[in-house]
């Protein structure tokens, strides 16, 4: 297990999924998903230059933040209750699951408390999958102009998790529509909206959603090896 060579594998197959894509010089950004994974290791991987960590629960999140060295940027990329929000809303650089008007609500009134802005994500299930977290696509344009209402979350894209599957061609389908969304709703050109993100790319198929428009994968098993859910 070396992190340092996986990284670089991982920075290696985004390059080369990159000049398949239609826009080939725009920047992806990898974020290291780091549940379950050990203080030490992630702390290796910063040190590596790895600049920006996901976590899915809030408590590992508080946990680790205050236990990693660096400038890391901290990624909210699991479903996250509303009572929750208050933990992280002094650390997180930007929530990739927004699922709800209810949960954007409560964002935005606990950022303004602390005099921030944040970062979000609309996370949409465009697979249908019952188990999926996310919104509807159909309900993407209401929660959007919703969003313009609220002074302490900025909407900067949407995010999207496909169903697993061992063939990645399987997931291409659901990128390609989530890309079409994020296509969309930045030609409507709402106004306190900059559709920037697209993140979608797991470590067993970022490949299919960088060549679909990704413009960050979340890749944990490809850096750190399988986890352990002791
Ligand atoms: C765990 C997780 C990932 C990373 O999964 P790997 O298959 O280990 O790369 C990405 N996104 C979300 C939302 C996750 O929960």
Redesign the pocket.
């Known amino acids: 297990m070396n992190i340092g060579e996986n990284l670089r594998m991982i920075e290696e197959r985004v390059q080369e999924s990159l000049i398949k894509s239609d826009s080939p010089k725009r920047q992806i950004d990898i974020i290291a998903?780091t549940?379950t994974i050990a203080v030490d290791q992630i702390q290796q991987a910063v040190n590596l230059g790895v600049r920006n960590v996901?976590e899915?629960k809030v408590q590992e999140m508080v946990e680790k933040y205050h236990q990693i060295d660096g400038l890391v940027n901290w990624h909210m990329?699991?479903h996250l209750q509303r009572n929750k929000v208050k933990y992280i809303v002094d650390k997180v650089s930007l929530i990739?699951s927004v699922d709800s008007l209810p949960l954007m609500e409560e964002i935005s009134l606990r950022a303004l408390k602390v005099g921030r802005q944040i970062d979000c994500l609309i996370q949409v299930n465009v697979s249908g999958e019952v188990s999926k977290f996310g919104i509807e696509p159909i309900e993407l344009e209401d929660l959007i102009k919703r969003s313009e209402q609220l002074s302490g979350i900025r909407v900067k894209g949407l995010m999207t998790?496909a169903p697993y599957d061992d063939n990645p061609e399987k997931a291409r389908p659901y990128f390609k529509r989530l890309s079409e969304l994020f296509q969309l709703t930045k030609e409507k050109r709402l106004s306190s909206v900059e559709m920037e993100v697209l993140s979608m790319g797991?470590?067993?198929d970022f490949e299919v959603a960088v060549q679909e428009g990704a413009t960050m994968v979340?890749?944990?098993?490809?850096l750190f090896g399988s986890?352990n859910y002791a």
């Not at 979340?218 to 490809?222: D, K, L, V």
């Open positions: 998903v549940k996901g899915n990329i699991g990739h998790m797991m470590s067993n979340r890749i944990g098993s490809a986890r």
